[in-house]
């Protein structure tokens, strides 16, 4: 069974930047495609990037293009997160993508203040 880490968050200013790591336990990602998963209070979990076995391909919402980077190797994926705004305040956690229930992990805070 994969046991998915989050950690890297952390409380910033507007305008700094993060950089988030997910690592794997019990297995490797294997052929998944991986991504991250962002929830802000009172929100509904949200799709924020996704990167493809072999770093083939790549996708960012649209809230995120230009500003956040993911990243993957054998064991742990990265999220780089530049010129944070308030709006990226959230819970971030990693999951294959599409997301499986069974690997949702505790995520990492990021607050951001203005």
């Known amino acids: 069974q994969m046991q998915l880490i989050e950690s890297g968050g952390d409380s910033v200013q507007a305008g700094e930047s993060l950089r988030l790591s997910c690592v794997a336990s019990?297995?490797?990602?294997?052929?998944?495609?991986m991504g991250w998963f962002r929830q802000a209070p009172g929100k509904a979990r949200e799709f924020v990037a996704a990167?493809?076995?072999?770093?083939?391909s790549k996708s960012y919402s649209d809230s995120v293009k230009g500003r956040f980077t993911i990243d993957r190797n054998n064991n742990a994926i990265y999220l780089q997160m530049n010129n944070l705004k308030p709006e990226d305040t959230a819970v971030y956690y990693c999951n294959t993508q599409p997301p499986e229930q069974t690997y949702w992990g505790q995520g990492t805070q990021v607050t951001v203040a203005s």
């Open positions: 019990g297995r490797s990602f294997g052929s998944n495609t």
């Open positions: 990167v493809s076995r072999y770093s083939h």
